[in-house]
């Protein structure tokens, strides 16, 4: 399992709770953390300082959901699309992931949409074609696009450990807390869901193309909640149909790709 988190802490809000999962089935999970996030200005700290910090949050984060750490650190907003593509393409080569997880074009961070594009430019280089399974970062997915949902209820001391990994980024990562919980109210589950875009890796290529979109993120107030999930709502269903429209034909019948229909709790 790769998974492409444009800064650290991206991995943690969008899938901690699968790649625990990941973990304890046995398989291996990689996380590129693409950039060093240090532009973020928590605590006041100078970039280096914030590098650092980042990079430490970032391994701790990832021996806690039992993942290999890769530390890329580009420099945030200081990197060329060769050198991102390079270090994408690298580790397809080193570990020939069966599934990346990807992030989304959903999204209203330029890092989060610039790392999105060199992926989807980066997939033809992988030894086979992975599946791809967008998470969402600050930017909900919402039904639209989910298609893939993760019941990781039973994991919550654990998740909650990963994101205390981050005391930097607190203040962006515990609104998605929020958003779990609403998410398992809406699929009937206990207290937390993961849910993921899962398409072919051309189609996730293919998307790309597309103009970006006004979104907006969460705040730390949930009244603002409903607003979230307004803006952007007619572009997230145009991605959806989109995705849906470019999905292949099962060659196999007995084991067809992911599609955009309706998600199924898992």
């Known amino acids: 399992m790769l998974v492409i988190a444009p800064h650290p802490d991206d991995e943690a809000v969008g899938c901690a709770g699968t790649l625990i999962r990941h973990h304890e089935r046995g398989d291996l999970v990689r996380i ?26 970032g391994a701790r984060a990832a021996a806690r959901m039992g993942a290999d750490c890769n530390w890329v650190g580009l420099r945030e907003g200081d990197w060329s699309n060769e050198e991102g593509r390079s ?8 570990i020939n992931p069966t599934v990346v997880y990807a992030p989304s074009l959903i999204d209203f961070h330029p890092e989060h949409r610039r ?3 060199i992926l989807g430019t980066s997939l033809s280089e992988a030894v086979a074609e992975p599946e791809v399974r967008i998470y969402g970062a600050q930017v909900p997915l919402t039904p639209q696009l989910t298609n893939l949902v993760h019941d990781v209820s039973d994991l919550e001391t654990a998740i909650a450990s990963v994101f205390a990994s981050y005391p930097s980024q607190s203040q ?4 998605m807390m929020r958003l779990r919980r609403y998410a398992a109210r809406f699929y009937g589950a206990a207290t937390q869901v993961e849910g ?5 890796a051309s189609t996730y290529a293919s998307l790309q193309r597309r103009p970006p979109a006004r979104f907006k993120a969460l705040s730390g107030r949930a009244w603002t909640d409903p607003l979230v999930l ?6 997230r269903r145009a991605w959806g149909r989109a995705a849906h429209a470019q999905q292949p034909q099962a060659a196999n019948p007995t084991s067809p790709p992911p599609d955009t229909s309706p998600a199924r709790l898992s």
């Not at 590129?32 to 949050?57: C, I, K, N, P, W």
């Not at 270090?87 to 080193?94: C, G, L, N």
């Not at 993921?196 to 072919?200: G, L």
């Open 230 to 235: 307004i803006v952007g709502l007619a572009e």
């Open 115 to 117: 790392i999105a594009k």
């Open 196 to 200: 993921f875009c899962a398409v072919q």
């Open 32 to 57: 590129l953390f693409m950039t060093d996030g240090s532009r973020s200005r928590a605590f006041g700290f100078d970039v280096d300082s914030m590098r650092r910090l980042r990079q430490a949050e």
């Open 172 to 175: 962006s990562t515990m609104p």
């Open 87 to 94: 270090a994408i393409v690298r580790a397809f080569r080193e």
